[in-house]
């Protein structure tokens, strides 16, 4: 194992000491410089995994904006088609004469012009 040299604040060897030694869960101030680097190490990794679900989440709430806007349009649409199948047709008499007139018959106009003597 490579070996180097710290130089560390008052604050931080106090700790050292009082994490290290005898009763303590760590047997020297090097066991727990190396404890200290693992955990920031994890820490490293957990940002960047929590970095990578803040993305998945931002994306997954863009989603979800498109799909409400969808099923908002879906729903407009469902209650046009609603409202066309609700709606009373013509009388047959109506729908006769719209029938005649877009397969070329004569209008109304063409009726008014023929007047008898």
């Given at each position: ?8 604040s008052d ?69 046009r088609i ?11 008499f109506v ?23």
């Amino acid at each position: 194992m490579p070996r180097i040299t710290v130089t560390i604040s008052d604050e931080l060897d106090d700790y050292l000491e009082e994490h290290s030694g005898e009763g303590e869960e760590f047997d020297s101030k090097s066991e727990v410089m190396r404890h200290l680097a693992q955990r920031g190490q994890e820490v490293d990794d957990l940002e960047t995994e929590l970095e990578m679900k803040q993305n998945r989440i931002e994306d997954l709430e863009r989603q979800m904006g498109a799909r409400d806007q969808v099923e908002e349009k879906v729903d407009v649409l469902a209650k046009r088609i609603e409202e066309d199948n609700t709606s009373p047709d013509p009388p047959f008499f109506v729908q006769w004469v719209q029938w005649w007139r877009q397969r070329g018959g004569e209008s109304d106009e063409d009726f008014d012009d023929e007047k008898p003597d």
